[in-house]
């Protein structure tokens, strides 16, 4: 399969999933698991959930990670900041990158807005440069919507 369909098949993946389990430990836990299944050349994947001012590990699949980022900081601390999307080609030119796995090249954070508020990021590592495209980030940013939309992310939001 290329790599559209790929993306295409995971996202559709997703939905199956959340359709029968709205619990968000669940469903972010599974969701890591089809990203690695899904996307090639990954190294890391998984999320920050923001808890109590700070960005916490929550799950994921690849190597121990930094377990807690403040605002601002790295590349997660700065999709939370600015509320966007960071598509980092090359992990060396961005300035503040925390470096968990010395493999990580590229790397592709998406904010997780509930409410207007950022719950979480997802975090996509590569161990290659310029993994990650415009095509990866727009099919992300669906993956994240369908979680979005059939989650129960309201403990999350009553844990700020
Ligand atoms: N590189 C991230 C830290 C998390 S790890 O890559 C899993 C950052 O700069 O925020």
Redesign the pocket.
Known sequence: MNKTANLKAMNQALQALIEVEANWLTNLANSTALLMQFMDDIN?A?Y?IWQQGELVLGP?Q?KT??VR?AAG??????AYSEKKVQLVED?CQ?E??????PD?RS?L?IPVIVAGEVIAVL?L?SPQLGRFDEVDKNYLLEFIKILITETDFLPLLNNK
Not at 73 to 78: A, D, H, I, P, W
Request: hydrophobic letters at 35%; glycine letters at 18%; proline letters at 0%.
């Open positions: 890391w998984g920050y994921f690849g990670a930094c980022i900081q790295g590349v997660c601390g700065t992990v961005f503040g990158h925390i470096a968990c796995d990580s790397e954070v975090d590592d």
